[in-house]
């Protein structure tokens, strides 16, 4: 029988302890083993690589806004400029860890800046970014020096947080071309996308509308960068080798300040929504252009509430926002009767002396009768007297004969020469199209059962008086007239002047050619203008309550046109001098009644103006008839 010797007791008893122990000491050296190799990989084979991202840790790169350029008038005069304002910035990666001493700095800054905890948090999550990812966000810009001083006195309190100075726009002539200007904010996401803004990064600042947006591309200027050493705190130590931002380049505009001002102070005076245009006849150069109601642009230099946005852009309020200049789409009433006119002597429907019995009324159906405004009776009359005395009966005529004709579309095809129907080409965005209404588009919304019959003769009865379906703006029809007005130029009308630097030296002219030439017979011309200058000198036109003692001669037309359930609008378009105009007028008002009440009055005023005359007071006629 096997018998155990004294000694393999205890060996059996030790060896689990040592197998043990030899188990620990193999993962201890294997521990310290990787601990010396990280360590010597990061010590040697990357210590140059780690001391440059510590020195990068303690070195920040701001972007600096560039300082936009100017806005002036013709004259030089500043419209829109920079201010500087102090704004709070906050770099997010500098604050404290989250939790409570986040919490407890983020309520100060929130009372400091008079904004919610829950503002602060929102703004520094999706605000104005001013540099790359993780670079200072604007909190709140206007702060108050006293409240300045408490934060650069209590900095310590504070980390992450500076006070710096940044740019706003000024308009220095308060409301005056506000729809113009247009404002100024941040890049958006969607923008960065797009080619025109290569280079910019989330946080600066571009035009957003008007102008500001047109020409951004001069006046944005480069922004910089300041290069700046920080300690723990995200303090500044030390101001580093920054790279100087360039300011933008000015823009002057063909607007006249004095005549902006005169215009919409006179378009104003009726309380009304409306909307002119004054624009030189023969290069199309805008010298004003106001719409009312109006709004103070400075309301853009900080964030808008949406209750704000809903004030300017709601039916009730008139939409302060919208440039009924360009946006406005309204029937023309009778300032419509001159392209007529040009389509039926162009087209042979009637003679410049042929004599037509206006016998007062017209009956277009069983059910249908049409009259003069006021059923006036107008008797024998010719194309020239037509235009004097604003003859409907006459014009009702001329639609019906188009309609008949064999170029049944003369009149839309002569209203798209002159340029209504389609965009002006002008340089501010959100242009309008408009529409001349014609058989196809009317027969394809019948189709389409989006209207409740085809095109009839009574549409082509309402066109001829620039009434039914038309829609126009009063750029459109100062740039027709205009093209009456210069024998036959339809303009580009265009409110940049030229690009230049703040020492004034011209870097680029804004010249833009014209659309095009329309061949407008001379007989056809001189009747026109004979007429519509008659209608403004001669007793008995339409605007001579207004016109009839004006020093020289000026070509003008009224207008009244009816709209679904309003007041009738009020047009005038007109040019001067008549006989070699140098300006044209288009000056609409809603809710205006006849157009020798509002709009001729507001056109004569800024006529004086601009022939440096007296200016009479803007008051009704109190005339009963177009």
């Known amino acids: 029988m096997y018998r155990r010797t004294p000694e393999s007791e205890p060996e059996r008893r030790t060896s689990p302890l040592v197998l043990r ?30 001391r440059s991202e510590a020195n990068d840790n303690r070195i920040r790169e701001i972007r600096v806004q560039a300082p936009r350029g100017d806005i002036l008038d013709r004259d030089g005069k500043v419209l829109v400029a920079n201010r500087t304002q102090l704004a709070v910035q906050v770099s997010p990666e500098d604050l404290p860890a989250p939790g409570p001493e986040r919490s407890r700095e983020l309520h100060q800054l929130a009372e400091i800046t008079g904004m919610t905890p829950k503002e602060v948090r929102k703004t520094l999550r999706d605000g104005n970014r001013a540099t790359v990812a993780g670079g200072p966000v604007i909190l709140k810009k206007g702060l108050g020096v006293d409240k300045v001083y408490y934060l650069r006195e209590n900095q310590s309190s504070f980390p992450g947080v500076s006070v710096e100075r940044v740019f706003t726009r000024e308009y220095r002539q308060g409301t005056i071309a506000a ?8 890049v958006t996401a969607e923008q960065l996308k797009e080619p025109r803004y290569a280079g910019l990064q989330q946080g600066d600042q571009v035009g957003q509308s008007g102008i500001e947006y047109e020409y951004d591309r001069y006046l944005r200027g480069r922004p910089g960068i300041d290069r700046i050493q920080v300690d723990a705190l995200g303090r500044p130590t030390d101001q580093l080798r920054s790279k100087p931002a360039q300011s933008g380049d000015d823009v002057r505009l063909t607007i006249d300040e004095g005549l902006q001002a005169t215009g919409e102070g006179a378009l104003g005076s009726f309380g009304l929504p409306g909307a002119f245009v004054a624009m030189n006849a023969n ?17 853009f230099t900080h964030p808008i509430t949406q209750s704000q946005y809903r004030a300017l852009s709601s039916r009730r ?8 200049a360009i946006q406005g789409l309204y029937p023309t009433g009778s300032t419509f009767k001159p392209i007529t006119a040009t389509a039926a002597l162009e087209n042979d429907l009637i003679g410049p002396n042929t004599i037509f019995n206006d016998t007062g009324s017209l009956k277009l159906d069983d059910n249908l009768t049409l009259h003069n405004a006021g059923k006036v009776i ?18 009702y005529n001329l639609g019906l004969k188009a309609k008949a004709s064999k170029g049944g579309g003369m009149i839309q095809d002569w209203a798209r020469k002159y340029g209504l129907g389609e965009k002006s080409g002008i340089d501010l965005p ?49 740039v027709a007239y205009a093209a009456l007005g210069n024998d036959g130029t339809v303009v580009t009308p265009h409110i940049g002047d030229d690009v230049e630097t703040s020492t004034g030296k011209v870097l680029q002219e804004i010249q833009p050619a014209p659309r095009r030439h329309i061949d407008i017979g001379r007989a056809v011309r001189e009747t026109i203008m004979s007429g519509i200058t008659r209608a403004a000198m001669e007793p008995g036109g339409t605007s001579y309550p207004v016109f009839g003692n004006f020093p020289f001669a000026v070509a003008g037309k009224t207008g009244t046109a009816q709209r679904p359930n309003q007041a009738d609008q009020s047009w005038y378009v007109v040019l001067a001098p008549a006989r070699h105009p140098q300006i044209v007028i288009a000056v609409t008002i809603e809710r205006g009644g006849f157009g020798v009440d509002t709009a001729a009055p507001v056109a004569a005023r800024i006529l004086e103006h601009y022939f440096k005359l007296p200016i009479t007071p803007t008051a009704g006629t109190g005339k009963t008839q177009e």
Do not use: C
Not at 22 to 37: E, N, T, W, Y
């Open 283 to 299: 290069n199309g150069e805008i010298l004003a252009m106001g719409s009312a109601p109006t709004f103070d642009p400075s309301i």
């Open 317 to 324: 309020t008139d939409a302060p926002l919208a440039n009924r």
């Open 21 to 50: 122990v030899s188990i620990l000491g193999g993962i201890a050296i294997a521990i310290f083993s990787v601990l010396f190799l990280r360590l010597w990989y990061v010590q040697v084979l990357s210590g140059d690589k780690y």
């Open 430 to 478: 959100a242009e309008v199209d408009g529409l001349i209404p014609d058989p196809a588009w009317r027969n394809r919304l019948y189709h389409e059962h989006l209207t409740d019959r085809p095109w009839s003769a009574g549409d082509n009865v309402n066109l001829a008086v620039g009434q039914g379906d038309l829609e126009a703006d009063p750029l459109q029809m100062a």
């Open 179 to 186: 729809h113009l200007f247009g404002n100024v904010g941040e």
């Open 378 to 395: 107008n008797g024998p009359i010719d194309m020239s007297d037509a235009l004097k005395v604003s003859s409907d009966i006459y014009f």
